[in-house]
């Protein structure tokens, strides 16, 4: 078992750190909200991540996956709201003169931000679903309840997947100034409206 679990925690950092949606959401949370509302973005990312692990150890994210147009309904949901994040991105810059950020609409999207927009990131990503259906077998040691050893397993993902966080939000509340620059923000927005679209029209393309 210490050999499995040495294993998958290093295999397991790898995954954690390649950047993706979720980073995405949490930084574009850092630049519309502050440290606050990337927390809670973060918070929301890994409150989808527990649920995807539960699901995985007790099967339903392997129904997911068998059926194809529950994947693909789920797929498509995800993409559309990943791209509506974009748009949104794109559209916040638009909202920022050189001298003055122009104050935003009072409204709150139940899903725009904090943590109903990291939670709805991971729960409309299905990859996130299959990832643990596909990646967690190849690491389960024989003898042990699969339902146990996943949500084990999965522990250890959510923890590194935190840990990333705060080392994240950590070093960039350190350029908050850097960041709150009117003209740095206008550009900044513009790329993670344009990535967050990108990874939207992947998920909604790929097979």
């Known amino acids: ?113 904090g943590f109903g927009a990291g939670l709805a990131t991971d729960l409309l990503n299905p990859k996130v679903g299959v990832f643990f259906v596909s990646f967690l077998p190849g690491f389960l040691p024989a003898g042990y309840g699969i339902a146990t050893a996943s949500l084990l397993f999965g522990a250890i993902f959510i923890v590194e997947t935190a840990i990333y966080f705060v080392v994240l939000i950590g070093l960039a509340t350190r350029v908050t100034a850097w960041m709150t620059n009117t003209r740095i923000r206008r550009r900044l927005d513009r790329v993670t409206g344009v990535v967050l679209i990108g990874f939207g029209v992947r998920l909604a393309t790929e097979t």
């Open 1 to 113: 078992m210490t050999a499995a679990l040495l294993a998958f925690t290093a295999a397991s950092v790898l995954i954690v750190l390649l950047p993706g949606p979720d980073t995405l959401v949490v930084v574009r949370g850092l630049l519309r909200g502050g440290r606050r509302e990337s927390i809670r973005t973060a918070i929301g990312v890994l409150s989808g991540l527990f649920v995807w692990v539960v699901a995985a150890a007790f099967g339903l994210s392997a129904v997911v996956r068998a059926s194809h147009t529950g994947y693909t309904l789920l797929r498509a949901a995800g993409a559309v709201y990943l791209i509506w994040l974009g748009v949104r991105s794109l559209r916040a810059r638009m909202l920022l003169r050189d001298d003055v950020v122009v104050p935003r609409p009072r409204r709150r999207a139940l899903l725009g931000s």
